[in-house]
């Protein structure tokens, strides 16, 4: 079954440093996202990305976040200047369509940002 | 801000029996809606999903059933099985402005079904 991969699964940065997180969407979609959950909280949306470009995000992404599909095939999240609040479980995920497909969302298994 | 609710953070039912998950949610403009389960370490792992327009879908042992008038949605296993022991959220969908999808997720509901 198609999967959506993450790497790397756990990432630990010094407060203030840059981090990419590398995410392979299912080579069919067409929507890609980008959600996050700090511990013992919910899954939060981010942003989502269609046609090469951002349609949508929450108020948590600010100028610190950006995303790129610098290769058709890689979704990226960059994080410049990390803080310790950005310590969470960053989950990439893909679509097919929107939704009405019935499929739903596609998640990777997540990487885990350590910011200390 | 809490427009989706899952306000049992666990069940716990015994193998071959219903397990019931519920779910509430607040905003009108909501018209999809979606159950995920999660084990730790992995991703989230998509269930089953309603449109508003229904009140009912049914996908082997799971059935998800919405009630608009109430805002309410829930998830029903049955039999229930060990392997079904996980963490299971609701969510809950609006176009965006952009044309765009985001989920709204509820809090979840760690299950677990013992043998």
Known sequence: EPEVTQTPSHQVTQMGQEVIL?????????????????????????????????????EIFDDQFSVERPDGSNFTLKIRSTKLEDSAMYFCASSEALRGSGYGYTFGSGTRLTVV | DQQVKQNSPSLSVQEGRISILNCDYTNSMFDYFLWYKKYPAEGPTFLISISSIKDKNEDGRFTVFLNKSAKHLSLHIVPSQPGDSAVYFCAASATTQGGSEKLVFGKGTKLTVNP
């Open chain 1, 22 to 58: 590398r995410c392979v969407p299912i080579s069919n979609h067409l929507y890609f996202y980008w959600y996050r959950q700090i511990l013992g909280q919910k899954v939060e949306f981010l942003v989502s990305f269609y046609n090469n470009e951002i349609s949508e995000k929450s």
